[in-house]
């Protein structure tokens, strides 16, 4: 069956950097658009990125650009995420999803476990 497996997360100080992997399998991932989704305590989910079929990428939170960035390596059915310059209001869990079309829409169908990271001293 059609699933995605996060990883990557973790304890990092802020300022700090990770980089999130996202590994599809019981699928062909390369031909959905991806995203990545993260829930803080207490918020609720929020959209971050997503990067399309074609690899255009779309972000939905200002917060985060300029510090994540977005990308896939259609050989490995794998979406990654690196996060750089991170701050204690990124802890979340962060989910990956894949779109329900090639193109970013904001509708997932299959959705990762998620991976925990938390910035913190």
């Known amino acids: 069956q059609a699933q995605l497996v996060e990883s990557g997360g973790g304890l990092v100080q802020p300022g700090g950097s990770l980089r999130l992997s996202c590994v599809a399998s019981?699928?062909?991932?390369?031909?959905?658009?991806a995203g990545w989704v993260r829930q803080a305590p207490g918020k609720e989910r929020e959209t971050i990125l997503c990067i399309s079929s074609s690899d255009a990428v779309t972000y939905y939170s200002d917060s985060v650009k300029g510090r994540f960035t977005i990308s896939r390596d259609n050989t490995k059915e794998s979406v990654y995420l690196q996060m750089t310059s991170l701050k204690p209001e990124d802890t979340a869990v962060y989910y990956c999803a894949a779109d329900v079309g090639a193109d970013c829409s904001g509708q997932y169908d299959v959705w990762g476990q998620g991976t925990q990271v938390t910035v913190s001293l």
């Open positions: 019981g699928f062909i991932l390369d031909i959905y658009a």
